[in-house]
């Protein structure tokens, strides 16, 4: 299914750690609601019960984690969050708001952990049933800039985060690749503006999709 296919709207948030994703989703959820909108705002990994257990192994287990482990564990995280909770929200016409898709999978395993981008790709659309949404927003930012933005926030790093800057650099990279491959599907937002401005090209986007 895409997600063209559902009564409701599905908007997904990417870019790098420190990005600002979490605040356009909020800003995004206020917005939408006060037009009258169900919002159900979520995130991967970790929007459901088994989420927040893969969640827990991807982002702070202390021992290895192999690659392809951990691009399996994304992906069941996914399948899981999907079926019983996006799919039947976006069925009753609900607008989701979701924090990172398989485009992070994209981008994370396939170019940080240097695992075929293809075989991820088909690998969460499989887990997923081949469910894209209507409008994907990608934050983009410097991955020093975004370094020191998490710096200043003075939060212990995840496993992930605590990866070195080419790491970053190739996730960065690579999400930009996706936004040039499907453009009907993206909106690149310059994530160095101020946050209303980017609100602003964020909610210009999805009023054409309402
Ligand atoms: P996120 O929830 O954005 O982190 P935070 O709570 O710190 O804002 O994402 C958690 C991490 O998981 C992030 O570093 C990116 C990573 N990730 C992947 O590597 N692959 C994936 O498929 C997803 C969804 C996230």
């Excluded at 392809?68 to 996914?78: I, T, V």
């Excluded at 991820?120 to 934050?139: E, F, H, K, N, Q």
Aim: charged share 30%; hydrophobic share 45%.
């Amino acid at each position: 299914m895409s997600a063209a296919d559902a009564p409701g709207l599905w908007v997904t948030f990417e870019g790098g750690d420190g990005s600002g994703k979490t605040t356009q989703a909020a800003l995004l959820e206020e917005w939408l609601a006060g037009r009258g909108r169900t919002v159900l705002r979520t995130r991967e990994p970790g929007g459901t019960e088994v989420g927040m257990l893969v969640r827990d192994i991807v982002l702070h287990h202390r021992g290895e984690v192999v690659s392809r482990a951990e691009a399996l564990l994304y992906a069941a995280d996914r399948a899981q969050h999907i079926e019983t909770l996006v799919r039947p929200a976006l069925a009753r016409g609900e607008a989701v708001i979701q924090d990172r898709y398989l485009d992070s999978s994209v981008a994370y395993q396939g170019a940080g952990r240097v695992i075929d981008a293809d075989e991820i790709r088909r690998l969460s659309l499989w887990a997923t049933g081949g469910a894209l949404p209507d409008l994907t927003v990608l934050l983009d930012l410097d991955p020093a800039d975004a370094r020191r933005r998490l710096d200043a926030a003075d939060k212990p790093f995840d496993r992930l985060e605590a990866e070195r800057e080419d790491f970053h650099e190739r996730v960065r990279a690579a999400f930009l690749r996706l936004a040039d491959a499907e453009p009907d599907r993206f909106l690149v937002v310059d994530a160095a503006l101020p946050a209303a401005r980017a609100a602003e090209a964020i909610r210009k986007r999805v009023e054409q999709l309402l």
